[in-house]
């Protein structure tokens, strides 16, 4: 599967767009990229995810640029409770169960 | 309200007991999984499940067990083979439905302690 690459941290003030970029330079055409958090000490939450085309759901938005080799990932108003680990995975369309391979995601610090 | 329970939050075992960590779902999914985390790291997958009676190993399955009697349960087991056993342990569900496999729903974990 394809790697990404996500960097190690990232600050955001409340109530401003936080932006989480991912770079996946070698993804597959049938891989999508899905986005979790985490935050400490629980269990990681889906947020969203995509193939091609742009994603907007209640909890954010997921950019994905033509060629696919890059996304980023839209809060649109960061609070303080976004405050988290967050992944980018790449997952493989038509295999026969769902395995998710965390990296080491980037640490979203929204501050006041 | 519908999601996955894991009990207990907090366990502690003296080195070389076997110890079972419990998963509940009613979200009628019919696979689930189980991945460790360690301090500082991501999640790596141990074990999952497509259906009842039937169980894989994931990429650590080496001192671990599983089984899957019923839909809603999938309890792990800690066995003294687990070198390193201490870490925070997370059980998950997903629908089998197309990709939805990888919408995964975690319960909050269980962080276990041997020493």
């Known amino acids: 599967d394809a790697k990404t ?6 600050d955001c003030a409340e109530g401003r767009a936080a932006n989480l ?3 996946h330079s070698t993804i597959s055409g049938n891989e999508y990229v899905y986005w979790y958090r985490q935050i400490h000490s629980q ?5 969203i995810h995509g193939l091609k085309n742009n994603e907007t759901n209640e909890m954010a938005s997921l950019i994905i640029t033509e060629d696919r080799k890059s996304s ?3 809060l649109p108003h960061a609070t303080l409770r976004d405050t988290a680990v967050y992944y980018c995975i790449l997952c493989r369309g038509g295999t026969s169960y769902g395995k998710l391979t965390f990296g080491q995601g980037t640490i979203l610090t929204v501050h006041p | 309200d519908g999601g996955i329970t894991q009990s207990p939050k907090y366990l502690f075992r003296k080195e070389g007991q076997n110890v079972t960590l419990s ?3 009613n979200l009628n999914h019919d696979a689930m999984y189980w991945y ?4 500082g790291q991501g999640l790596r997958l141990i074990y999952y499940s497509q259906i009842v ?5 994931g990429d650590i399955a080496e ?26 342990y997370l059980c998950a569900s997903s629908p089998l439905a197309g990709i939805a496999y990888y919408e995964q729903y975690f319960g909050p974990g269980t962080r276990l302690t041997v020493t």
């Open chain 1, 5 to 10: 690459t996500q960097p190690p941290s990232m």
């Open chain 1, 21 to 23: 970029p991912c770079n």
């Open chain 1, 43 to 47: 269990g990681p939450q889906y947020i």
């Open chain 1, 72 to 74: 980023t990932l839209i």
């Open chain 2, 23 to 25: 998963c509940e779902q």
């Open chain 2, 36 to 39: 460790r985390q360690d301090p």
């Open chain 2, 53 to 57: 009676n039937d169980f894989q190993k």
């Open chain 2, 63 to 88: 001192g671990y067990s599983v089984s899957r009697e019923k839909k809603e349960s999938f309890p792990l087991t800690v066995t003294s083979a687990q070198k390193n056993p201490t870490a925070f």
